[in-house]
């Protein structure tokens, strides 16, 4: 069975540009989340969907980052226009639930590092 | 609101002993918590988890203790081997991390 992919794995691109991170979760994961990481920081949660419906989104920092899961399978995170702290890795995840323990172990793509420069 | 975190950024160990690596929490809300292993270049993995009313919990080689009274939590990881060298986060039900303890195992 595929485990979470990301791509790209790496994007450097120049501060204003806009840049498009995708995640495809396992399949039959009706929960996807996104996490950043900045540099020796902790793991920061961005937001959670539930299929395609956004179930949390208190993570997101401003505007500039729009999250969509459209028909619920793979998720994209735009950056527009990206900004130097935005630079970081860009992890996704997904589980089964949420809301019960067992089926809520979730499974991390390997990340998308993004430098602005 | 809630956090979580680490009490040390970096532990070294020596191969065959065992490493214990804390975690601190603020919310008790949490119905249960998460350890996960990160390696160089790939995702958090799961390790082990606890559920809230639970005081320890026993794996291959790992084990999680949980203090509810201190808001802690530890791994502890016996016989400690190379591929163990990692980063570790502790994660509660709410979707938070800590900073992560880098261990490093000396050969």
């Known amino acids: 069975e595929a485990g979470v992919t990301q791509f790209p794995s790496h994007s450097v691109i120049e501060k204003g540009q806009t840049v498009t991170l995708r995640c495809d979760p396992i399949s039959g994961h009706d929960n996807l989340y996104w996490y950043r990481r900045v540099m020796g920081k902790e793991i920061k949660f961005l937001l959670h969907?539930?299929?395609?419906?956004?179930?949390?989104e208190s993570g997101m920092p401003n505007n500039r980052f729009l999250a969509e899961r459209t028909g619920g399978t793979y998720s994209t995170l735009k950056v527009q226009p990206a900004e130097l702290e935005d630079s970081g890795v860009y992890f996704c995840?997904?589980?089964?639930?949420?809301?019960?323990?067992?089926?809520?172990?979730?499974?991390f793509g390997a990340g998308t590092r993004l430098s602005v420069l | 609101g809630e956090s979580v975190g680490l009490h040390l950024p970096t532990l070294s160990v020596q191969e065959g002993d065992n490493s214990i690596i804390n975690c601190a929490y603020s919310n008790s809300a949490s119905d249960y918590f998460i350890w996960y292993k990160q390696e160089s270049g790939k995702g958090p993995q799961f390790i082990i988890d606890i559920r809230s009313n639970m005081d320890k919990r026993q794996g291959q080689r790992v084990t999680v203790l949980l203090n509810k009274t201190v808001k802690h939590l530890s791994l502890q990881i016996a016989a400690t081997q190379p591929g163990d060298s990692a980063v570790y986060f502790c994660?509660?039900?709410?979707?938070?991390f800590g900073t992560g303890t880098s261990l490093t195992v000396i050969p």
């Open positions: 994660a509660g039900s709410q979707f938070y």
């Open positions: 995840a997904s589980s089964q639930g949420y809301t019960y323990l067992a089926k809520n172990i979730q499974y």
């Open positions: 969907f539930v299929k395609e419906s956004k179930q949390d």
